[in-house]
């Protein structure tokens, strides 16, 4: 009997026969009170039967988490905190690595609807409570953020860059040997835990032939686990207890200051 795959870890083609298979050394990362990082290898093989050369492209994509931001405006003279921004679809990590660089690889169209690459990576827009009628299109909610949307969206981009938790590389991609090929994924200190999805893609003259898709998962174990599952499933407790051991060891301390 031919085990059963699940479809998200299946190579599927999307044109003729070339196709690429790819798989992870480890396919869940333990988070611990020493975790220092963690390093992934990821594998395949492109079977090209034709004598058109092809591009492998890495896209490691890990959970969604708000990301909120604020910017420093001049007010007669005082600098202050803008509004708040969220962006709430912004990946908590994000990695490209190719065989080279993505704009060599395909064109911007290309990269743009797959999402392929921080350039074309999508980051929902903070939407406004208002709706408006454009273009004869009724309820079209607008951003409130309007033409600096681009601006936050960088800002976005670069503190991720800061803590090593978005990155591309174009020659992060190598061959092994004929067919064969290697990347390297680098999982920061911060990495969130939750569930990662990699695509493998396989390009040939600027267009997709071939996707795998694998998943990642990153969890907490031991007594962080416990503490991260009891803060988020009771938050109130949660809150309370750091409160009262705040205070007691605020207490404590000022106990031994004074006997010194």
């Known amino acids: 009997m031919v085990p059963f795959v699940p479809p998200s870890e299946q190579s599927q083609a999307t044109s003729g026969q070339i196709r690429v298979a790819a798989a992870l050394t480890d396919a869940q990362v333990k988070v611990d009170t020493g975790f220092q990082g963690a390093r992934i290898v990821l594998y395949g093989a ?11 492209v890495v896209v490691v994509r890990g959970p969604d988490a708000p990301v909120r931001l604020v910017k420093k405006t001049r007010n007669m003279g005082v600098w202050l905190n803008s ?32 999402g392929v690459g921080v350039d074309h990576l999508r980051i929902g827009a903070p939407d406004e409570a208002r709706t408006v ?8 909610v ?35 040997d004929r067919g064969l090929f290697r990347a390297e994924v680098e999982l920061p200190t911060t990495a969130p835990t939750g569930e990662y999805h990699a695509e493998v893609w396989l390009f040939q003259e600027g267009k997709p032939a071939s996707v795998s898709n694998l998943t ?3 969890e907490k174990v031991g007594f962080e686990r416990d503490i991260y599952e009891f803060a988020h499933r009771r938050p109130w407790s949660y809150g ?21």
């Not at 990695?95 to 993505?102: D, E, F, G, K």
């Not at 949307?149 to 092994?176: H, Q, S």
Request: proline share 5%; hydrophobic share 45%; net charge positive.
């Open 46 to 56: 492109v079977f090209n039967p034709t004598d058109t050369p092809a591009d492998v």
């Open 83 to 114: 509004r708040p921004v969220l962006f709430e679809g912004a990946p908590g990590f994000y990695m490209t690595a190719s065989t080279r660089p993505l704009s060599e690889i395909a064109g911007f169209g290309q990269l743009r609807r797959l």
């Open 133 to 140: 009628t454009r273009y004869g299109v009724r309820d079209v």
């Open 142 to 176: 607008i951003s409130r953020l309007g033409d600096d949307y681009l601006d936050w969206r960088r800002a976005v981009i670069r503190l991720k860059e800061a803590a090593a938790l978005y990155n591309t590389d174009p020659d992060g991609v190598t061959f092994v």
């Open 216 to 218: 990642l998962t990153v």
């Open 240 to 260: 309370l207890l750091s409160v009262l051991l705040a205070a007691g060891m605020g207490y404590l301390a000022s106990r031994v200051f004074r006997r010194g």
